[in-house]
């Protein structure tokens, strides 16, 4: 079983940078793939970036990519989602998601999720 804290969220300006943390309780914490999602109000959660169980891929959503860097720390078990040059259109809340994935944006693979940490931009 893995349990999974997000944190680091917060209401900034844009322009603005965040960096989200999810820590994850589990002995096989290093074997999984981590991703983050996030659901804006009114739409459906959305995949944003995903990082391979060990660190070698990441994947990004094309309206992130240059702007979030994932990455992970096993001997923590923790991963990270730093965010810069934040939009308004990035406010959302944002989960952390754990599994043994093949697919690494989808996310009906992720088997562990978080219970989400809000991100607010403001313009």
């Known amino acids: 079983q893995v349990q999974l804290v997000e944190s680091g969220g917060g209401l900034v300006q844009a322009g603005g940078s965040l960096r989200l943390s999810c820590a994850a309780s589990?002995?096989?914490?290093?074997?999984?793939?981590k991703g983050w999602f996030r659901q804006a109000p009114g739409k459906e959660r959305e995949f944003v970036a995903a990082?391979?169980?060990?660190?070698?891929?990441?994947y990004y959503k094309d309206s992130v990519k240059g702007r979030f860097t994932i990455s992970r720390d096993n001997a923590k078990n923790t991963v990270y989602l730093q965010m810069n040059s934040l939009k308004p259109e990035d406010t959302a809340v944002y989960y952390c998601a754990a599994g043994i994935v093949s697919r690494l944006i989808q996310e009906a693979e992720y088997d562990y999720w978080g219970q989400g940490t809000q991100v607010t931009v403001s313009s």
């Open positions: 589990g002995r096989t914490f290093s074997s999984y793939a």
């Open positions: 990082i391979s169980w060990s660190g070698g891929s990441t």
